[in-house]
């Protein structure tokens, strides 16, 4: 049984910078591809970035040059590391495992909030 827990959600001003943390138990954590996706009010989940087990990255148009995805395959961990914040990006974060060809998530951790305020 999978169990994904995100941490290093808060309040940042426009601008700012944030690092999400997600911690994997329950699988090989190092033969599996990761995501972040998010939710805003009102909106759908959407894909935001995906690693690969050996490393290669992939970014959602709207984050790309603002957003960083790593991963720590030593200690079952994938981070999300957001510069340049902006209100937009005000949405609950939730890390997954992923099926990186279609985006789909799988197996989902209970989300992190994540709000800018101008």
């Known amino acids: 049984q999978v169990q994904l827990v995100e941490s290093g959600g808060g309040l940042v001003q426009a601008g700012g910078s944030l690092r999400l943390s997600c911690r994997a138990s329950g699988i090989t954590f190092s033969q599996y591809d990761m995501g972040w996706f998010r939710q805003a009010p009102g909106k759908e989940r959407e894909f935001v970035a995906a690693i690969k087990y050996e490393g290669i990255r992939y970014y959602a148009d709207s984050v790309k040059g603002r957003f960083t995805i790593s991963r720590d395959n030593g200690v079952n961990s994938v981070y999300l590391q957001m510069n340049s914040l902006k209100p937009e990006d005000t949405a609950i974060y939730y890390c997954?495992?992923?099926?990186?060809?279609?985006?789909?998530?799988?197996?989902w951790g209970q989300g992190t909030q994540v709000s800018v305020v101008s």
């Open positions: 997954a495992t992923i099926i990186i060809t279609t985006r789909q998530g799988r197996s």
